[in-house]
């Protein structure tokens, strides 16, 4: 299976960058510890591929309506700006 994310780099409220992503993925089972387990596994493949990650969500779609899942600053990202298009792929 091929997963599509954005991986960015945006300044924080602090001043300093912050290096992220937002994959393109739901998990099989939609609850909170589905959601983590994707996430981390997720993560964890992108530091694989090279990419620095200091923050991580996952965007899906759930009953029409758009849902991010992670890291707060990834999440407040997406809410503030909207979905950002893939730059990258990871096969799982």
Same mark, same amino acid.
Request: proline share 4%; charged share 20%; net charge negative.
């Given at each position: 299976?091929?997963?599509?994310?954005?991986?960015?780099?945006?300044?924080?409220?602090?001043?300093? @960058?912050?290096?992220?992503?937002?994959?393109? #993925? &739901?998990?099989?089972?939609?609850?909170?510890?589905?959601? @983590?387990?994707?996430?981390?596994?997720?993560? #964890? &493949?992108a530091r694989l591929a090279g990419k620095k990650v200091d923050a991580s969500a996952?965007?899906?779609?759930?009953?029409?309506?758009v849902r991010v899942w992670g890291d707060r600053f990834a999440v407040d990202y997406v809410s503030k700006v909207g979905v950002p298009s893939p730059t990258h792929t990871l096969d799982i």
């Open positions: 299976m091929t997963i599509e994310f954005a991986h960015l780099r945006e300044r924080s409220t602090t001043g300093q @960058n912050v290096d992220f992503v937002v994959f393109d #993925a &739901k998990p099989n089972n939609n609850t909170p510890s589905a959601r @983590n387990a994707l996430l981390f596994q997720l993560t #964890a &493949k996952l965007v899906y779609e759930e009953n029409g309506q």
